[in-house]
């Protein structure tokens, strides 16, 4: 479910400049073509990386490996609360995850395409959500600014007047609104942020979301250049039977992106500071 929402965020600008035009004098229509390929060149080369992920749900904080393995990801734990498992466990688990690989290696060519298409079946989940965020915002270009180091087109967001949408997380969308930094150069973005500001009913006549949920994400520029997550947040309110009041919040962080087959444990043991972003602004790849 991280991901879905992550997508909310993310795919915000494939289309969030189809209104205005910018200040290097491009149509709009142009704009729009630049943020929809880097978005697009995003999600192709994300499988090409390993990276580190941390995970905080408020009562404990799980620091992960994760590995591209024959076509799915894999998840290994290396450190809880900001403390590195003891070197007995690591190594427990480098075992297991050799021997999931090992494991992996040996399917049959059946076992091989029913694992990778449930991991795609997520992935062709996410791009059709894109699909439906173009229909279900309007997009109005407020003008530039900077934004964590880069210079940014600031965009609004808003839903769109008679959206219909086809599912529970689309209907989620018709009572949210939001702001979209991104990059001038690259029109990769920078930074997302969105919030419920009008109840919307889900799961029938069981469940609300109620205003105040909100998330944010931010993406940094990684190898060559491709735009992948950093950080994602969301806190959620909702009513049950509009009776019982739930909230929750959860935060994500990703960071050492590596080449598939590169990264090491140990490389997302906790270190002294927050991540680092492998690319800083002033260390941009050239277009």
């Not at 090491?264 to 277009?287: D, F």
């Amino acid at each position: 479910m991280v991901l879905r929402w992550m997508i909310l965020a993310s795919l915000l600008t494939v289309c969030s400049v189809a209104i205005g035009q910018s200040q290097a004098g491009l149509t709009a229509n142009e704009v729009l073509r630049r943020a929809e390929q880097t978005t697009h060149d995003g999600f192709e080369h994300a499988a090409e990386f390993d990276y580190c992920m941390t995970e905080n749900q408020g009562d404990k904080i799980k620091t992960y490996a994760v590995f591209m393995m024959y076509g799915s990801t894999y998840a290994q734990l290396v450190a809880v609360n900001g403390v590195g498992l003891p070197a007995e466990d690591l190594k427990k688990l480098a075992s297991a995850r050799e021997a999931e690989a090992e494991r992996r290696s040996r399917e049959t060519p059946e076992q091989h395409a029913s694992r990778v298409a449930q991991y795609n079946a997520e992935q062709h989940r996410n791009r059709t959500l894109l699909r439906e965020m173009i229909t279900a915002f309007d997009f109005t270009l407020r003008g530039t600014a900077q934004k964590d180091g880069w210079e940014t087109y600031v965009l609004d967001v808003k839903p769109r007047p008679g959206y219909q949408p086809k599912d529970r997380l689309s209907r989620v969308l018709t009572g949210m609104q939001g702001t979209i930094w991104i990059d001038e150069q690259s029109y990769g973005w920078v930074r997302a942020e969105a919030e419920v500001v009008r109840p919307v009913m889900i799961e029938g006549f069981l469940a609300r979301v109620e205003r105040g949920t909100r998330f944010a994400m931010e993406q940094r520029p990684f190898g060559r250049g491709f735009w992948l997550p950093t950080w994602f947040s969301i806190y959620t309110k909702a009513r049950i039977l509009f009776l019982f009041p739930t909230s929750s919040k959860k935060e994500y962080t990703f960071f050492d992106y590596v080449p598939v087959g590169t990264l090491k444990p140990e490389m997302c043991l906790p270190k002294v500071g927050p991540p680092v972003p492998a690319t800083r602004p002033e260390q941009r790849p050239e277009h």
